[in-house]
């Protein structure tokens, strides 16, 4: 049995080992360190905690501030906030001068369930890829998170890191040849009919949807595109080259994301059919986490029903 | 770390070459770069902790120009301490140079933090002087504020976040001018009482006049002893002091003088500097 954990839990225990091995990393947290699972590190190291109270927006220039004197800030808060309310600062604090702050959104997409629209962030990839000089991650699972975490903290520059809250099933691990590289997506599964561009917990589902593809006879290659930005063109159009049409799926509004980064590219480079998969340019609503992700289609079926137009728009 | 020329004579100065600044320019903020002129001249010229020749250097004091918009005073300033040289001033706001409408970090020598968004820097300087604290690092950190800025919620934000964190290494100033771009700040948005409000937010107020260095250097003083959290410099000031016409009217606070008033304003500003000299 895979192991099954969320990724702002497998985040929250990568970052708390990093504390021990790099004094330098300091953790910010806008009260909800029991949620984005910053608390170990804030119990493991209080004095490089920082709980800066509901206050998002001086939380990203204080990271900032901190960056500027040598610090490795990772500050943390729901993706709404941490891209939504605190975008500006972001841009002009942390990624005009090029500051080392990691911006951590936890709760990312509509898997937030219950709590509604108002804390599902669906715009955070559009908001962060389109600053410029950031790097913008998703990883699919508690695997990938830890070596995503172990790169980030040596990486110099701002970076977005989304956390997803749901439980996931660790895939990552048991993908022969699978290396884990900043801007460099990972080939999860091999096809030939068409490409299917996955990232965050929607690998899982194109995964899912490649089985159901094949059982019909078509033969989808996967790839776990963790980084959103700067995007791993060079993958991107060797797959689009070897089948023709591509599929993008996440849990976040197609308009903008990891679909408009993918259609972007290959429309100017090598135009094929690439369909998007993902949020339809609405809002999310309450409900349990699965029940809203499948009353917006953001399922294996969903991604199948849309490789399917890919595949017939192929000529 | 003491600066040779005497302050009067570099605030003049910096006067002059703010003045020019933004003729050449035809842009930038000239009323706050003339109210604040006194206190940034001050802090490098006597109180900053700092080596020109390592602009980097861990251990220096920072200042963060949270009213980011007066360039002109802060540029024409680290050029006099020798941060770059004064003929770059010639490129100020212009494409072919590296001194922006706002302070930026990555370009030119001598900044410690990009700012220009209002309410962005007061944070990043508590920022610095959180890791200054957490290291147990001697260095200072001194930022400058307007009064219109401190609209800005984030502002609020920050001087509770100095006051949890009791960041004594930490000297904020407002510039006190009472006045922004839409007109007096008790009609655009009434702030104050500003004293009440810090002290209410837990920090150490004091009174100056910003334009009165003995009176700024006692606050500073008085700040850099107060050790049970940061303090807040409230520096009375004149915008546009310096140029008569300049003087208390909002409608200096971006525009450029044009040719004519800007005869003016530099006759006026050379007797001063002559007044000094002689």
């Given at each position: 049995m895979a192991e099954k954990i969320a990724t702002r839990a497998a985040y929250g225990k990568a970052i708390a080992a990093l504390g021990k091995t790099d004094p330098n990393i300091v953790v910010l947290d806008a009260d909800l360190s029991k949620t984005t699972m910053t608390n170990t590190f804030a119990e493991t190291f209080p004095e490089r905690f920082f709980n800066m109270g509901i206050a998002e927006c001086n939380m990203a220039s204080v990271a900032a501030g901190l960056a500027a004197c040598g610090k490795k800030p990772f500050m943390n808060t729901f993706a709404i906030f941490a891209a939504g309310r605190a975008w500006e600062q972001v841009r002009n604090s942390i990624c005009y001068p090029g500051l080392n702050v990691k911006v951590v959104g936890s709760h990312?997409?509509?898997?937030?369930?219950?709590?509604?629209?108002?804390?599902?962030?669906?715009e955070d990839f559009a908001l962060m890829r389109a600053i410029s000089g950031m790097t913008v991650l998703c990883p699919c699972d508690g695997h990938e998170m830890r070596e995503a975490v172990a790169a980030l903290a040596n990486f110099d520059g701002p970076a977005y890191l989304r956390l997803g809250r749901l439980p996931v099933e660790t895939v990552t691990d048991t993908i022969p040849g699978y290396k884990f590289e900043i801007g460099k997506g990972a080939v999860l599964r091999d096809g030939s009919d068409v490409t299917i561009v996955a990232c965050g917990m929607n690998v899982q589902m194109a995964l899912k949807a490649a089985d159901i593809l094949a059982e019909q006879g078509i033969s989808a290659l996967v790839i776990d595109m963790h980084t959103i930005k700067p995007l791993d063109e060079a993958l991107l159009l060797e797959a689009a080259q070897k089948t023709g049409a591509v599929v993008t799926t996440e849990e976040h509004n197609v308009l903008g994301g990891l679909g408009g980064a993918v259609a972007e590219f290959l429309g100017e480079h090598y135009p094929v059919p690439v369909i998007r998969h993902g949020v339809m340019d609405e809002f999310g609503r309450s409900g349990a986490a699965n029940a809203v992700l499948a009353a917006y289609g953001i399922t294996p079926e969903g991604i199948v029903a849309r490789t399917l137009a890919a595949v017939a728009a192929k000529r | 770390m003491q600066y040779n020329t005497p302050l009067p004579h570099m605030a003049a100065r910096g006067r002059l070459l703010a003045t020019e600044m933004v003729h050449r320019a035809a842009s930038g903020h000239l009323g706050g770069s003339l109210s604040a002129m006194d206190i940034i001249a001050l802090l490098y010229g006597e109180v900053l902790r700092i080596n020109v020749n390592n602009p980097r250097d861990p251990d220096r004091d920072r200042f963060v120009l949270?009213?980011?918009?007066?360039t002109p005073a802060l540029y024409a300033i680290l050029a006099l301490r020798g941060f770059f040289p004064e003929a770059d001033l010639a490129l100020f706001r212009h494409i072919d140079g590296d001194l922006s409408g706002h302070p930026e970090?990555?370009?030119?020598?001598?900044?410690d933090m990009s700012t220009?968004?209002?309410?962005q820097g007061i944070s990043a300087a508590v920022g610095m002087a959180l890791a200054g604290q957490m290291d147990q690092k001697s260095y200072r950190v001194y930022a400058l504020l307007g009064d219109g800025e401190l609209g800005e919620g984030q502002v609020w934000e920050a001087a509770m976040a100095a006051n949890k964190y009791k960041l004594s290494n930490l000297t904020a100033f407002v510039d006190?001018?009472?006045?922004q771009i839409d007109g007096p700040t008790a009609q655009v948005m009434p702030v104050e009482p500003i004293g009440d409000k810090f002290r209410a937010f837990g920090w150490h107020v004091i009174d100056a006049d910003g334009h009165d260095f003995a009176s700024l250097r006692s606050a500073i003083t008085e700040a850099q002893q107060h050790t049970d959290g940061p303090t807040m410099i409230l520096a009375k000031t004149v915008k546009g002091k310096g140029i008569s016409f300049m003087?208390?009217?909002?409608?200096?606070?971006g525009k450029a003088p044009g040719d004519e008033d800007y005869a003016v304003a530099r006759a006026e500003l050379e007797a001063a500097l002559e007044r000094l000299e002689a």
């Open positions: 990312g997409g509509l898997s937030v369930g219950e709590d509604g629209a108002t804390h599902q962030c669906t | 949270s009213k980011g918009h007066v970090m990555k370009h030119v020598p001598g900044v220009g968004s209002l309410g006190v001018n009472g006045l003087e208390h009217v909002a409608g200096w606070h």
